[in-house]
């Protein structure tokens, strides 16, 4: 996971005897409280698996390409890639990953707006001809430093309009100049990609981009290129409830303007889908500060406090998904116990730093808890990044993948084994 170190020798284990995540969690916070009191991570495999399955019965017609900025942990990339599952990568270092663990480079579509010469160069050299281009400048490059590129034109779309300060992506009128740009450079165009953002509550976000794609198809088509491609993006949370309003949305759509017999490939880029439910953090309590309100404060006549936490990771280390406007939701308190009138308090979570802008959550409601204490942090799937920042002291947590008996025999009937498909991994009993 990015930011996190992976478990020596990329063990999983396998959970027997009706032992599950909680298990897990409980034996390596007993472990740390003997030594160091570090943060560390709790990977579920069967999770990942259940997401994929989700995926596949759902949008059977769609397939996956997973973004490895989301979260690059080796575990998650060979586990996708033994599913099938293409790569979206931004940089060296992605594609470098990616193409360690022997995936093809017909599987790989190179992401970026704004792409350095070397990049495009690297891509050339590895025989990955994907590429994504929304402007003059960037088919330029292309044209010059990877002329066997096959482009997938990137459009904006109403949503992003809407949500976003910059807009990634071109117009109508732009797509139709860089093709024929594109036709004057001898540059192929085979495709087209849109992003409806996840924070988008409107389905029919789709409506829309799905109509200027079938437009832009139309102008390649009459420019003379033969487009196959059709990208949908990755805006989808996790749920399935939003995964089955977005299938529910889309699939008409496509089957008008993109039926089956048209020769299109449909594809997607589900990365916060995949493994947002598959990673919880542990981390420590290692400060805590008593904060009482103000006289002006509105609820000046209550005289509860209000209480700073400090844990031992924060926004320059694991939690670096919140500088980039990632909602961190609240953790839960490990192991206390509580009667059912426990009062609750405001609270706010911190980093190590002291920095002001080291706050990994605003406000909370928790119990009172104490320095020493563990809070528990679900879905952290997509939310770490990679490396820590130099004020940050801390290193990255340890990640331990788990997966349950009943999941790994359900991987095993999907055609995923240790031996032939996930070699770089070893398999030991989990026990207690």
Request: glycine content about 8%.
């Amino acid at each position: 996971m990015k930011g996190f170190v992976d478990a020596p020798n990329y063990m999983i284990e396998i959970l027997e005897g009706g032992l599950t995540l909680e298990d897990v969690i409980d034996s390596h916070v007993y472990e740390q409280n003997l030594a160091e009191k570090n943060a560390f991570v709790v990977a579920d495999l069967g999770a990942l698996m259940r997401q994929y399955v989700l995926w596949k019965t759902t949008m059977p017609l769609i397939r996956p390409f997973y973004p490895v900025s989301c979260n690059s942990s080796p575990v998650v990339i060979e586990l996708l890639s033994a599913l099938g599952v293409g790569f979206v990568c931004a940089n060296k270092a992605e594609t470098t990953l990616v193409l360690s663990h022997d995936v093809p480079p017909e599987n790989i579509i190179l992401s970026g707006v704004c792409k350095q010469l070397s990049l495009i160069k690297h891509a050339a050299k590895n025989g990955i001809n994907y590429l994504v281009c929304e402007n003059e400048a960037e088919l330029r490059k292309i044209a010059r430093a990877h002329p066997e590129s096959k482009l997938l034109l990137q459009v904006s779309t109403e949503a992003q309009v809407e949500e976003a300060s910059v807009i990634i992506g071109c117009s109508l009128k732009g797509c139709r100049h860089l093709m024929e740009m594109a036709r004057e450079l001898s540059v192929d165009v085979v495709g087209v990609m849109f992003q409806v953002p996840v924070s988008s509550k409107d389905p029919q976000a789709y409506t829309h981009a799905l109509s200027d794609a079938r437009c832009i198809f139309d102008m390649g088509k009459e420019l003379g290129f033969d487009m196959k491609i059709l990208n949908i993006g990755g805006g989808f949370s996790g749920s399935e409830f939003q995964l089955k309003q977005i299938h529910s949305t889309v699939t008409p759509l496509l089957e008008a303007y993109f039926p089956s017999g048209s020769g299109v490939s449909v594809i997607a880029e589900p990365g916060n889908f995949f493994v947002f439910s598959s990673f919880t953090m542990a981390v420590n309590v290692i400060g805590k500060k008593s904060v009482y309100r103000d006289l002006h404060d509105e609820l000046k006549h209550s005289d509860e406090p209000k209480f700073m936490y400090y844990m031992n990771d924060g926004v320059y280390g694991s939690f670096v998904g919140k500088l980039f406007g990632n909602t961190i939701a609240a953790p839960s308190v490990h192991k206390m116990s509580l009667t059912l009138d426990e009062p609750v308090f405001s609270s706010s979570l911190w980093g190590p730093t002291c920095d002001a802008l080291d706050q990994v959550v605003e406000c909370c409601l928790l119990p009172e808890i104490f320095v020493g204490d563990w809070l528990i942090f679900r879905n952290m799937g997509a939310s770490g990044q990679e490396g820590s920042a130099p004020l940050s002291d801390t290193q990255p947590p340890p990640v331990y993948y788990t997966i349950s008996t009943d999941d790994w025999f359900e991987m095993q009937e999907a055609g995923i084994s240790v031996d032939d498909t996930m070699k770089n991994f070893s398999l030991v009993q989990y026990g207690l």
